[in-house]
């Protein structure tokens, strides 16, 4: 079994910034891709960014220059620090993963998700 624990989002002003981290746990081999992806109220779930196990990135057009992803993958986390935020940014992040398991082989799997709300 697969957990990805996510933690970090809250309330903050338009400009402000925050921090989400999340830890994947259990029964991995290893872990190719981590990232995050947003879905606001009615809308479709979007890249948010996502980095595999080499360092190479990918961000979304609306999150470039704004929003860093970064990796530690001695400790199986992903952190996504966002600088800048504006309401639109707000939405439920969600953790994703593609990694190898033990059992049962190669899998996607998602964090329960974390609210971000920027508004004034």
């Known amino acids: 079994q697969v957990q990805l624990a996510e933690s970090g989002g809250g309330l903050v002003q338009p400009g402000g910034s925050l921090r989400l981290s999340c830890a994947a746990s259990?029964?991995?081999?290893?872990?190719?891709?981590m990232g995050w992806y947003r879905q606001a109220p009615g809308k479709q779930r979007e890249l948010v960014a996502n980095?595999?196990?080499?360092?190479?990135?990918n961000y979304g057009d609306s999150v470039k220059g704004r929003f860093t992803i970064s990796r530690d993958n001695a400790k199986n986390m992903v952190f996504l620090q966002m600088n800048s935020l504006r309401p639109e940014d707000t939405a439920v992040y969600y953790c994703?993963?593609?990694?190898?398991?033990?059992?049962?082989?190669?899998?996607?799997?998602w964090g329960q998700g974390t609210q971000v709300t920027v508004s004034s």
């Open positions: 259990g029964t991995i081999v290893t872990i190719y891709n």
């Open positions: 994703n993963a593609v990694l190898y398991r033990i059992v049962g082989g190669r899998t996607e799997d």
């Open positions: 980095i595999n196990s080499g360092g190479s990135i």
